[in-house]
């Protein structure tokens, strides 16, 4: 299922995301269209990353409705206490899943399985393809982040920045309708950062719909179309990226910035 | 001490240890699959959210691990002919005692090697749309197995020491024929010596296989 550039590919309305008694989402609006590149900016502890898991369900919304492609995920449980709550199936969720790929900070690989099978392993166990086509597949994908030539390696012998290309490939293979990065370089070593973010620009540039929660302010600035920054559960500030990181209208984008730009030279 | 070591008679009935040999190797086969694959579902059962399933399963682990395993046996033997409209034999009764335990001791060692599986993996299972049953069988538990190789090792040597306990049925293992033998000619030293030696000699090239898969499953790490 596709849907037309007029249409969202993600709509999420009145988002929120309770912890015990911790709101660390406190009602999030977006609109996300094919094609969208944003990047997704804030403290520590502002919210991004849980916005960001919200949306392939690693973590459960406490309400509010999330919309891919004009299809609401879950059906709604009668309101208590004021509070919209929603019920997911594992059934729905694991659909979710194939069309919203994520790629996690600490690349979670499988590290009981080759590059190679990690990139097969959804395709095998998920999507039920055949061995031969998974191979051909898996071997495509890892050739476009540049490491055909470690297909057989195990995880504990790759680097930190082939280990997020093999978690970007598998993640690709796939075939998301919408990529989820989660600060995908955060534990990179800083001569590593740049092989990941090479290849998440090339991902870009093939017009995907890129969701990235990043600390790199230099890479957000060139390659989203949108930039949020969060703030206390709240989308604080957005606009272009020369909107938000040039010309920042409002004190804690301002702040943040400062507080980033604090050791440049 | 002088003792006049006499293996004459051990040797004259070696069959009846043979017997004997085979008798032990047979509880020890039924217990082992039985008892370790009994365990892996009480283990789930215990690692689940679901009341339904975690409660029978904790207080099946709690009673089992509580209560000798020689009482279990005696019990099955004993007690529960009564209750039940079947025959029970030595050798139902001390694979039933011996199984249960284990699957009881293997449950925990199953559920720990599981809990120790990093968070991370389960969310990169299922942010590829594997269910959870799919995660725990395709990315969990191969992990969780290889670190839980020398726990279930232990297991494996404890089910094949317990097979003795099924002497006090009198099935016909090698403790109860070698107390046959020694009843022949009142020489219960040299009988229990090779006894013990041929628990040695059986158990110690079997661990042995063990650490070299534990090697061999090291190599991804």
């Not at chain 1, 007029?6 to 309770?18: A, C, G, S, T, V």
């Not at chain 1, 990179?188 to 302010?217: C, F, K, M, N």
């Not at chain 2, 799919?134 to 094949?160: C, D, H, S, W, Y």
Request: proline share 5%; net charge positive.
């Amino acid at each position: 299922m596709t849907s037309t550039p007029n249409e969202p590919l993600l709509r999420i309305r009145d988002l929120h995301k309770q912890f015990g008694h911790n709101e660390v989402l406190k009602g999030i609006d977006l609109d996300v269209f094919p094609g969208d590149r944003i990047a997704i900016l804030g403290a520590s502890g502002s919210g991004k990353s849980t916005l960001l898991r919200c949306i392939n369900f690693m973590e459960t919304p406490s309400s509010g409705t999330i919309e891919i492609a004009g299809q609401t995920i879950g059906t709604a449980l009668p309101e208590r206490l004021g509070k919209q709550e929603r019920r997911y199936t594992e059934t729905e969720l694991t659909r979710v899943r194939q069309r919203a790929g994520m790629v996690f900070q600490q690349f979670n690989l499988f590290p009981h399985m080759s590059a190679l099978d990690n990139v097969t392993e959804g395709l095998r166990t998920v999507q039920k393809m055949s061995r031969e086509d998974a191979i051909l597949k898996a071997r495509a994908q890892l050739d476009r982040v540049g490491l055909s030539d470690k297909a057989s390696e195990y995880p504990s012998r790759l680097s930190g920045g082939q280990k997020q290309r093999v978690a970007i490939a598998r993640a690709l293979a796939m075939e998301p309708e919408l990529l989820l990065f989660d600060e995908p370089t955060s534990a990179l070593d800083p001569e590593l950062v740049g092989e990941v973010l090479r290849v998440i620009r090339a991902l870009a540039q093939e017009s995907r719909t890129i969701l990235l929660v990043t600390h790199e302010i230099g890479f957000a600035y060139h390659f989203a179309n949108r930039v949020l920054f969060i703030a206390d559960g709240q989308i604080y500030e957005s606009g272009t990226p020369a909107e938000v990181l040039k010309n920042p209208r409002k004190k804690r984008t301002q702040d943040f910035l400062a507080r980033h730009n604090e050791f440049n030279f | 001490m002088d003792y006049p070591w006499n293996f004459a008679s051990v040797f004259a009935n070696s069959d009846a240890l043979l017997v004997g040999a085979i008798g032990t190797l047979r509880i020890f086969l039924i217990c082992l699959v039985s008892g370790l694959s009994l365990g892996l579902f009480v283990g789930l059962a215990r690692y689940s959210t679901r009341r339904a399933l975690y409660i029978p399963a904790s207080a099946f682990v709690e009673f089992f691990r509580n209560t000798p395993v020689l009482v279990q046996i005696l019990w099955f033997y004993f007690a529960l002919p009564m209750l039940v409209p079947f025959e029970i034999s030595p050798l139902m009764a001390a694979s039933l005692g011996i199984s249960l335990n284990s699957a009881a001791f293997s449950a925990e060692i199953y559920r720990g090697g599981i809990q120790s599986i990093d968070k991370g993996q389960w969310e990169g299972a299922r942010a590829l749309g594997m269910t959870t049953a799919q995660a725990m069988r395709r990315i969990v538990l191969p992990q969780a197995l290889k670190r839980m190789l020398p726990a279930m090792t232990n297991r494996g040597i404890e089910i094949f020491k317990m097979s003795t306990l099924a002497s006090a049925v009198s099935y016909a293992e090698m403790l109860q024929q070698g107390k046959l033998i020694a009843s022949l000619d009142y020489n219960p030293i040299e009988v229990y010596t090779v006894i013990a030696l041929a628990f040695f000699v059986f158990l110690f090239p079997l661990v042995q296989a063990t650490y070299a898969l534990e090697r061999k499953l090291r190599r991804s790490d």
